[in-house]
């Protein structure tokens, strides 16, 4: 069964923030690292995986990224302190 994912990239704590969905979280979180994909994450220099969620199903997963894109700040910020109050870099942990 397929895992999907849903992330959130931070420049620095209180920074730019990118939201984002895909299957394979430490791919696409290398891509953006490496500046491999161009537009907004490598224009802003946004590396940081600071949040992510898991889902079984991709319709779920891409709702979750719609509804999260359309939050304000205020709100992605608070859903990041909640889980990584200390905005560390999540992708260590994840790409062992």
Request: proline share 3%.
């Amino acid at each position: 069964m397929a895992t999907y994912y849903v992330y959130i990239l931070a420049s620095r704590p209180g920074g730019a923030l990118y939201v984002g969905v895909t299957n394979d979280l430490v791919r696409r979180v290398h891509e953006h690292r490496t500046d491999a994909v161009p537009g907004h994450t490598r224009r802003y220099n946004i590396k940081q995986l600071v949040h992510f969620e898991m889902f079984a199903a991709i319709r779920d997963a891409l709702q979750r990224e719609k509804n999260i894109k359309k939050w304000p700040r205020v709100y992605k910020t608070r859903l990041i302190a909640e889980q990584n109050a200390e905005w560390r870099d999540l992708y260590d942990e994840i790409a062992r």
